[in-house]
């Protein structure tokens, strides 16, 4: 395990606000009815640049479906931590599950501990570079799977170790197995969706009824990998909280979404390919 993050709620810099020009369609399916504004980075995770009436409510559904499964399986500790917004903040638990040995003989086990006392896990994925920038067709790209993570531990009040130390001594237990769920289809949906209102945000390419778009919706996993991918080394932090930039290749008409969620933790660099119209 890397290095533990720091406990500080005041340790991540604000997101800028940016609200865009109304796109008045829907980025995902191109739908004109029922258009609510979308939040182009996950509000959960601090983000404030807008995009509104730009998801119908049907795609809206889908998407914020993923977000959930992301923000809170892989994200609600760590939102928790830095004091991240949450609309449904009264739906937190008050306790999780804690695995743990007894002896060192005895069997793994599960005990309650509350939540401000919980040590938790970050974890975001390594992938290999997308597809769309090797000559790999499409077709032999692999779905939304890996086989590395990127891991962080943390926790509200004291030093992540400290805080191991201190809860088996608490507990009266052997040992502490902290864990945390990596959805990596559900993040790769999360991706895609950034990518393809960033791109309806900032340009003019048509970005409903695509591929990335139906990435985005969850509709079709397979093969995702040939539109997203990361840097597969770890990276410096730096001093922003996210980011988002976005250029076209010239050769092959693709605009590529760089991304990089959190980077003030040191988190991985995500490419993603939104491949011309044809």
Request: overall charge positive; proline content about 8%; glycine content about 6%.
């Amino acid at each position: 395990m890397s290095a533990a993050l720091p406990a500080l709620k005041s340790f991540l810099p604000v997101h800028a606000t940016r609200v865009y020009g109304a796109i008045d369609r829907c980025i995902y399916c191109g739908s004109t009815g029922g258009l609510s504004d979308e939040h182009i980075i996950p509000l959960g995770l601090g983000g404030r640049f807008i995009l509104p009436r730009a998801s119908c409510s049907e795609c809206s559904t889908k998407t914020s479906r993923l977000e959930r499964t992301c923000l809170r399986t892989m994200y609600g500790p760590l939102r928790l931590l830095y004091g991240l917004p949450s609309r449904r903040k009264r739906d937190r638990p008050k306790s999780l599950l804690l695995k743990i040995k007894k002896t060192e003989s005895s069997e793994w086990e599960y005990v309650s501990v509350a939540q401000e006392r919980y040590p938790f896990l970050i974890t975001f994925p390594y992938f290999e570079a997308p597809g769309a920038l090797t000559p790999i067709p499409e077709s032999e790209a692999p779905g939304p799977v890996t086989d590395r993570l990127w891991i962080r531990g943390g926790s509200p009040h004291h030093d992540f170790d400290e805080l191991l130390q201190l809860l088996a001594q608490e507990l009266g237990v052997h040992s502490l197995m902290p864990e945390s769920k990596a959805e990596v289809p559900a993040f790769c949906s999360v991706l895609a969706k950034v990518a393809i209102a960033y791109i309806a945000a900032e340009t003019s390419e048509p970005t409903a009824n695509t591929r990335l778009a139906r990435i985005a919706l969850g509709d079709n996993m397979a093969n995702c990998r040939h539109f997203i991918g990361s840097i597969a080394s770890d990276e410096p932090p730096t001093d922003s909280l996210h980011e988002i930039s976005q250029r076209k290749q010239s050769h092959t008409g693709t605009t590529f979404v760089r991304l990089r969620l959190l980077a003030k933790l040191g988190t991985p660099t995500y490419f993603i390919a939104l491949p011309p119209t044809k």
